[in-house]
């Protein structure tokens, strides 16, 4: 069974303050992963692919890590508009799995 | 700018039929694949369902295998989500998604706003 596993499943932090998410890949995917960030009422972004390319538009606090089966997304300087829940998504070869989510808070 | 809009969602009784459509625009829409993904409250983005460039290359979700077939029609800049034999956990709000390359194995750049699917 193919799983993606975030952790963790929701975090509360403040202003200013660094914030990274990991995700774990049940098997090497290499750097076949993309990181989405979504807000109710919204439709889903795509923050990063490739583990750690920054998709066009993206600000540059958010950066991504990892290769194989240990991925992150950090967060340098958290802003009001990042509270969010926040997905990371296999693509190597079907199924495309995303992770549970994590829902990132503000303090 | 690209833009991708669904319709076909709906409120269907356990065993129905629907059949999502997905139109898309601002782009050179059979140079790139195609994917389903829903939010399930509770339960996050779950993805269904890919298609490549010219829909020769299918995949789906296990739970929906054999149930639920994608297609596309290049003419039409048009992807369908025929989805047969509907189950409750089915419900939720499915998107449409523009691929980042020909291949299914990419990820997804740009949505649309989703239609609702509510099997009760």
């Known amino acids: 069974d193919i799983q993606m596993t975030q952790s963790p499943a929701s975090l509360s932090a403040e202003i200013g303050d660094r914030v990274t998410i990991t995700c774990r890949a049940s098997h090497d995917i290499q750097t076949s992963l993309a990181w989405y960030q979504y807000k109710p009422g919204n439709v889903p972004k795509l923050l990063i692919f490739s583990a750690s390319s920054l998709e066009y538009g993206v600000p540059s606090r958010f950066s991504g890590s990892g290769s194989g089966t240990e991925f992150s997304l950090t967060i340098t300087s958290l802003q009001p508009e990042d509270a969010a829940t926040y997905y990371c998504q296999r693509y190597k070869r079907p199924p495309l799995t995303f992770g549970e989510g994590t829902k990132v808070q503000i303090k | 700018e690209v833009q991708l809009e669904e319709s076909g969602g709906q409120w269907v009784q356990p065993g129905r039929s629907l059949r999502l459509s997905c139109a898309a625009s601002?782009?050179?829409?059979?140079?790139?694949?195609i994917h389903w993904v829903r939010h399930v409250t509770g339960k996050g983005l779950q993805w269904v369902s890919s298609?490549?460039?010219?829909?020769?290359?299918?995949a789906y979700e296990d739970s929906v295998k054999g149930r639920f077939t994608i297609s596309r029609d290049n003419a039409r800049n048009l992807v369908f989500l025929q989805m047969n034999s509907l189950r409750p956990e089915d419900s939720g709000l499915y998107f449409c998604?523009?691929?980042?390359?020909?291949?299914?194995?990419?990820?997804?750049?740009?949505w649309g706003q989703g239609t609702q699917v509510t099997v009760s």
């Open positions: 601002g782009f050179a829409f059979d140079d790139f694949a």
């Open positions: 298609l490549n460039y010219n829909g020769d290359f299918t």
């Open positions: 998604a523009k691929g980042t390359g020909v291949v299914l194995e990419s990820s997804a750049d740009s």
